[in-house]
């Protein structure tokens, strides 16, 4: 069987050289080497559940009249678009389960890219020559933001038709084209035409997807073609030698057993935890709103950042330049999205270091990139924080408008203090781990000395083992 | 015949006695060896049957009707990856060979080939004599091709016509109706809540549409200069649509005991942008950058509420190029 499969590979296609090498091709192990493959497995869960929802869902935003099983909403004006999801919610059976479940994975999706993003970024694994591959990464990143927020965008409940006109106000603030452009993509005002709903959907089930798709493509063949990075935690591992399981048979079952793990835990919280329940929320109208909406966690720095801008227009005489939710919604995002594209050559220019690096560093190794990488964490997560600052008021009664001064404050403040304390640490690690080398040196030569005498110990010991770097 | 049987018998005990003869030369292991791990295996097979249960248990509960089967649809799949999970970690550990090996990472850079690269672009160039004007004419085309292709992208929409931004339903003697179509009597206007009205017959999916109606004490306005007649009777109506980031103004804070609770506003629950009714609803908190635009009322024969013209400023979330009133 497997002779004759492989005869058949090899002689129609020349696979044989090519098998070998894939089976052969070395994954060097750490935990943290598993959150990429957590991202990708999640999207291969959305995609399937995606296609599976694409069979019921109607891009419409005709009107309509809901007759359905939920007593609640029966005989108000509902769109198509909310309808449908209404019926695959609640009269299509396991319909519930794979809604519930894209959405689980979109957030979990989108959870294990951002902690992948903070893993590579202070190992330095973006480092030449995998740049490419971390600039693939963070095009996905962004995709993906704008793939989940399009996709809860589309059922049209009321908190979702909030989110979107919040986006068309973001999109309206971009100085000289944001008028514009947001009447060419809404086919005029909001809400815009029969014809908008249609596009957000293409967008969400083709477009988006097929991007994120090709960047995949480029970021794993990137990969593969540069080999995986490795930690220095054995000596046999260097920066010319990789070290690790073969694809197969050793590491072939351990990934696919991560696969079956991520959907396992997707289909529970699919099934057992509720999220967005569509039929509370009711459909949207422009004239309604609601108090203590909440974006999914991935939009929170976002809304965060809008609520916590003073509240000013940038203005030449008695005209309107930049509105205001263009600093929460767009200066924001593109300067955390700026600085991570430009660390890369930033850190080359500072550090002179234009080299080729498989080895990884650990946090410590590289004082200043872990202080900064801190910093601007720190800095994005306060924000992030805020954005739930409605609700800490509601739970512990800690007045709104004390936390939006506080904030203001510490989003400025801590970044830098965490900043200087992750700067301190990391120095005073590789202080210790100094002493710790000196002792050993010292007490190699000091058994060596006992073992020759006094006389012996004039000359240095030729071959002192050098401890090798400990793996973090 | 008797021969032929004979060698025939012959022939099929040569047959069955025929052993292959051993190889001369096993090829090399590629793989390492290991251990034999019985019970691991033992313990494959229990997950593989509980993997198998948990599939048969959900197709059984999708066949069977029960009223609200998600959770049970989701414990069935999930406990199904979940041991298929285990399985492949199992096997992955325990069972097949635990080897580490090594490979060499490619080289950084390969001269010889980038030279060769090279090479056969620019010779491919060679018979161009007039290179710097092609190179302008193959740009110029460039630029102008890209014009074409992209020129179709105007009909997405009317990206030139902002001034469909400026258009509201609301006209000077047209009624104030609630969401069931009923015109809204002064009379009936509380101080104690607020509410939101359309413009009577115009369609209400509009950002321009809705606004807020509230009956403040006429003692209590500060209105700009030029509303004095815009709040008959201290009510007031103002665009529904934050000028924030365009979500409805769904709250209304009216303190209960004024002495010690913050004043009365119209909120946003969006980002809390907060406008004061009774000053014209300027920005007290929050970070909407202007006003709500303020419509003005009038109070007709039959005591129904009227526009009185339109809005102060722009409804709706503002632009570059708007007017910052």
């Not at chain 1, 004759?4 to 089976?23: C, H, I, M, W, Y």
Request: aromatic letters at 10%; charged letters at 20%; a positive charge.
């Amino acid at each position: 069987m497997i002779r004759a499969t492989v005869r058949f590979l090899d002689s129609r296609a020349g696979a044989a050289p090519l098998l070998k090498k894939a089976l052969r091709y070395v994954f060097p192990d750490h935990w943290s080497f598993l959150l990429g493959e957590v991202a990708l497995y999640s999207f291969l869960v959305l995609v399937a559940t995606g296609v599976y929802l694409t069979f019921f869902f109607e891009p419409s935003t005709t009107q309509t009249i809901y007759d359905g099983s939920y007593a609640p909403l029966r005989g108000q004006q509902v769109s198509e678009a909310y309808r449908s999801v209404l019926d695959l919610s609640l009269e299509r059976k396991a319909g519930l389960l794979i809604r519930q479940t894209h959405h689980w994975a979109a957030d979990v999706f989108i959870v294990s890219i951002v902690l992948h993003l903070i893993r590579v970024f202070f190992t330095g694994a973006f480092r030449k020559p995998r740049d490419l591959v971390y600039y693939a990464g963070l095009g996905m990143l962004m995709l993906a933001l704008l793939e989940g927020y399009i996709g809860y965008s589309l059922v049209d409940d009321l908190l979702s038709g909030m989110g979107l006109a919040i986006g068309y106000s973001v999109g309206m603030a971009l100085p000289f084209v944001g008028a514009n452009l947001m009447l060419a993509i809404f086919d005029g005002p909001f809400p815009g035409s029969s014809s908008f709903w249609p596009r957000m959907y293409v967008a969400h089930v083709l477009l988006l997807p097929l991007l994120i798709g090709g960047l995949l493509a480029v970021h794993l063949l990137g990969i593969v073609a540069r080999h995986h990075t490795q930690f220095r935690a054995k000596p046999r591992q260097t920066e010319r030698k990789v070290v690790g399981l073969p694809a197969f048979p050793g590491y072939a079952p351990r990934s696919i057993g991560l696969a079956l793990a991520v959907a396992a835990v997707l289909f529970l919280l699919g099934g057992l935890v509720q999220i967005n329940p569509v039929w509370l929320w009711g459909p949207y109208h422009v004239s309604q709103g609601t108090n203590g909406a909440q974006p999914d966690w991935y939009l929170g720095w976002l809304i965060g950042a809008l609520r916590l801008m003073p509240s000013f227009d940038v203005t030449i005489g008695s005209y309107t330049l930049v509105p205001n939710p263009f600093w929460g919604g767009v200066g924001f995002p593109l300067a955390v999205f700026g600085l991570l594209a430009a660390w890369p050559w930033l850190e080359r220019k500072v550090t002179r270091d234009r080299g080729a690096h498989n080895l990884l560093d650990r946090p410590r190794d590289a004082p200043w990139r872990t202080a900064i990488g801190v910093g601007i964490l720190t800095w994005v997560f306060l924000v992030f924080l805020f954005g739930s600052s409605d609700r800490v008021y509601v739970f512990f009664g800690l007045s709104y408008e004390g936390q939006l001064w506080v904030y203001r404050v510490l989003v400025w403040v801590v970044p830098v203090v965490a900043a200087g304390i992750a700067h301190r640490v990391c120095v005073e690690l590789r202080a210790g781990e100094h002493v710790e080398r000196m002792r050993a040196l010292a007490e190699t030569e000091a058994a060596r000395e006992r073992a020759l005498g006094p006389l012996g110990a004039t000359e240095p010991p030729p071959g002192a083992p050098r401890p090798a770097r400990r793996g973090p | 015949m008797i021969r032929k049987a004979l060698a025939l018998g012959v022939a099929l005990l040569r047959l069955w006695l025929w052993r292959p003869s051993p190889r001369v030369e096993e090829p090399p292991r590629i793989v390492a060896p290991g251990e034999p791990a019985p019970r691991a295996e033992l313990l494959l097979l229990a997950l593989l049957g509980c993997a198998s249960a948990c599939a048969v248990a959900f197709v059984v509960v999708y066949a069977v009707d029960l009223p609200r089967p998600t959770q049970l649809f989701g414990l069935c799949l999930g406990l199904m990856f979940a041991f298929l999970a285990s399985a492949l970690v199992l096997l992955g550990k325990r069972l097949v060979p635990d080897e580490e090996i090594e490979e060499d990472y490619p080289a950084p850079e390969r001269e010889h080939a980038q030279e060769d690269v090279i090479g056969i672009v620019e010779q491919s160039g060679d018979r161009f004599t007039r290179r710097r004007l092609l190179k302008v004419a193959a740009l110029g085309t460039g630029g102008a091709v890209s014009a074409a292709l992209v020129a179709p992208a105007v009909s997405f929409g009317p990206l030139f016509h902002t001034s469909a931004l400026d258009r509201t339903p609301w006209r000077r003697g047209r009624r104030l109706v609630d969401d069931a179509g009923k015109p809204l009597r002064a009379a009936d206007i509380s101080t104690e809540t607020f509410y939101t009205a359309y413009p009577e017959g115009a369609p209400r999916e509009d950002l321009a549409a809705p606004v807020v109606v509230v009956r403040l004490d006429p003692e209590e306005l500060r209105l700009p200069a030029g509303r004095e007649s815009w709040a008959p009777r201290g009510i007031l109506a103002y665009s529904k649509t934050c000028t924030h980031a365009a979500c409805a103004i769904a709250l209304y804070r009216k303190p209960t005991f004024a002495p010690t609770q913050p004043g009365r506003a119209l909120v946003c629950p969006c980002h809390y942008s907060t406008f004061d009714p009774a000053t014209g609803g300027t920005v007290i908190f929050g970070p909407a950058g202007r006003p709500l635009p303020q419509l003005p009322l009038q109070i007709d024969g039959d005591g129904n509420l009227r526009a009185a013209g339109n809005y102060s400023g722009l409804p709706g979330p503002s632009w570059w190029g708007v007017r910052h009133r």
